[in-house]
């Protein structure tokens, strides 16, 4: 626990707080302050929005711990202050509310949108308002009640913000290259691997094998043609560890290995179905040329983050390396060093279901 | 969602929190939290410690000479998109800011915390690569600075070592005859982009920079910077499909319009 003091609606609060509570919770929870409406809890849908040091923030988003020494105000707060009683007033003449959910965030950003910008027209309100989701007025009353109050004349200028500090000296040096500079994205999905095609369609047979070669893959069991493993991956901030299943077949004749699976995982609820195919091509006796395809569906919160892309380029990275272990693997070098896609990062656990898939044929 | 239980530390000074990065590594660092807090709630990132650096005021200043602009890496969206910081010419960091996510963002969300975070549907790190800034960084070893172009690695990669923490970005003054552009297309304002472009003309030179690609931005410069050139380039990103390419073209030739209008 962290003990924390902030001003909450003019009051002075000291409480001990989870370090992991948000903002939103400490205050419904904590202070009563039932008016802090909670939604998506991932700052999305904006009905969790108040006011910290003056500004409009999402409260949902925002660590009580990270608001030691702020002054907060929520919709109660806002009670007797000027323009809210008059857009509240435009709200009720407008019918811009029917079940309220939204509204003590609405009533928020709209009191923003006419203190900040007293000439915004239509389509800047509109774009103004594009952070605060409605399911029922479909804005239309919204966007009348704001445009009445700024016809009813500006309220009095807020005070200009403060300057920023001026920045101490900082050291001046010339730009240093990064270890790697390509100049553009390169995605990779053909493999080349040093050894001839007979032993590495072996390897694609073991799947204990090719998840050896998958940093962070690991198989559970193999009955028949059923896999069950899990995969460890990390991608920025995010981390995750999907566990599933798959059913794996090979065609000796094409050289082409095919896995379908799904997988959770636990900690985000994250879901994965992919299907990976590898196909071998001898390029000449002593090289083999791998081709990858991976299709997937992605549901839950990852799938949020993980657009199409992102999980191509993490795909290409882990495709890579698993080229470079498989190679050491059959050649008896040891492994390389595990090249971390940046640690501690964001784990794309999809596209780390979705490389197992394709490593996965394994 | 809540967010899983994490420990919290707000060091005194930029040395401070170096110290408590370089001690634990499971550790991040919070700045504005407008990426980082959705995905300790959605739970897809659970460090053990989380280093809040955004009040440091060391972070959180300006300054400005003949050649450029600095500004803290915790200087907030919202104050760059008012004019509190020095203009590089145009209005163009302004226009940039006034662009990301909502206001109610743009007031918690910082210039390093976005950068650091690296999403590649993020806007700083495409007009920053255009405009060619420097990122000061702050590491147990010492201080380096690196070019946007190199500091950006992938989606959500950057080139910051174990311990480092952003000090701030060095913009340079843009020329009096520099135009530019940047235009972006989301399906809703505010929402992550699906392709983003910014084209800068000055001095007899172009650039273009390609962004949202779910990798880092794509650097055109001179004669790459057509469409054919762009074509060119974007064909050979395996990650893209038919749709997102025409996307990308769309708008970078929307910015190309804008820039030479």
Not at chain 1, 94 to 110: D, K, N
Not at chain 1, 111 to 125: C, F, S, T
């Amino acid at each position: 626990m962290s003990r924390i003091t902030l001003m909450v609606n003019g009051e002075s609060v000291t409480a001990e707080v989870a370090p992991r509570t948000h903002l939103a919770d400490f205050l419904r929870e904590a202070r009563l302050l039932t008016g802090t409406h909670l939604g998506c809890e991932h700052g999305v849908c904006g009905a969790c929005t108040l006011l910290i040091d003056r500004a409009p923030a999402r409260s949902c988003i925002a660590f009580a711990v990270a608001c030691d020494g702020a002054d907060v105000c929520t919709i109660e707060g806002l009670a007797d202050d000027p323009v809210i009683v008059r857009l509240r007033a435009a709200f009720t003449a407008e019918h811009a509310l029917q079940c309220g959910y939204c509204t003590p965030g609405m009533l928020v950003t709209a009191r923003d949108i006419v203190q900040r910008l007293p000439d915004a027209d239509e389509g800047r309100i509109r774009v103004e308002l594009a952070g605060n989701l409605c399911r029922c007025t479909g804005y239309a009353g919204i966007v009348r009640a704001i445009q009445r109050v700024l016809a009813d004349g500006a309220p009095a200028a807020q005070p200009a913000s403060a300057p920023l500090p001026v920045l101490p000296a900082l050291p001046t040096l010339p730009p240093t290259s990064a270890i790697e500079t390509p100049r553009g994205p390169e995605i990779v999905q053909t493999l080349r691997l040093a050894l001839p095609l007979a032993d590495v369609w072996r390897a694609i047979r073991d799947p204990y094998l090719v998840a050896e070669c998958i940093p962070g893959a690991r198989v559970i069991e193999v009955v028949d043609d059923r896999l069950r493993g899990e995969v460890r991956a990390s991608l920025g901030p995010i981390e995750t560890l999907f566990s599933g299943e798959g059913r794996i077949s090979f065609d000796d004749a094409a050289q082409r290995a095919e896995i379908v699976g799904d997988g959770r995982d636990g900690r985000t609820g994250t879901r994965l179905s992919a299907r990976g195919v590898v196909r071998l091509k001898a390029l000449d006796a002593a090289t083999t040329g791998a081709t990858v395809t991976i299709d997937y569906t992605l549901r839950g919160p990852l799938a949020q983050f993980a657009r199409g892309a992102v999980v191509q380029e993490f795909a290409a990275a882990i495709a890579s390396d698993f080229a470079a272990r498989l190679e050491a693997r059959l050649t008896g070098k040891s492994l390389p060093e595990q090249r971390h896609l940046p640690a501690g990062a964001l784990v794309l656990r999809a596209v780390w279901r979705r490389l197992r898939a394709l490593l996965g044929f394994g | 969602m809540k967010a899983a239980a994490f420990e919290h530390a707000c060091p005194a000074s930029v040395a401070d929190a170096i110290a408590l990065l370089a001690g634990e590594a499971d550790a991040r660092v919070l700045a504005g939290g407008q990426s980082l807090g959705p995905m300790l709630n959605l739970r897809l990132s659970h460090p053990r410690l989380l280093v809040q650096v955004n009040r440091l005021q060391e972070l959180t200043g300006v300054a400005a000479d003949a050649d450029a602009v600095t500004i803290g890496a915790c200087v907030t969206h919202a104050a760059i998109a008012d004019g509190l910081t020095p203009d590089i010419g145009g209005g163009v960091l302004a226009r940039v800011a006034d662009g990301i996510a909502y206001r109610a963002i743009r007031n918690r969300g910082t210039i390093g915390g976005n950068l650091c975070h690296a999403d590649p549907a993020a806007d700083w790190a495409t007009a920053l690569t255009a405009l060619d800034a420097t990122m000061l960084l702050q590491g147990p070893d010492g201080a380096r600075s690196l070019r946007a172009c190199d500091f950006i690695q992938g989606a959500f990669r950057t080139a910051l070592l174990p311990g480092e923490i952003m000090l701030a970005v060095r913009v340079p003054q843009l020329p009096a005859d520099a135009r530019w552009a940047y235009e972006k297309a989301c399906r809703k304002p505010g929402d992550f982009a699906h392709a983003m472009a910014f084209v800068l003309l000055c001095g007899g030179r172009r650039r273009a920079v390609i962004g949202a690609l779910g990798a880092r931005p794509l650097l055109l410069e001179d004669d790459d910077v057509s469409l054919a050139g762009a074509t060119h380039s974007l064909r050979a990103l395996s990650g893209l499909d038919e749709v997102q390419r025409r996307m990308q073209l769309v708008v970078l030739s929307r910015a190309l319009a804008k820039a030479q209008a």
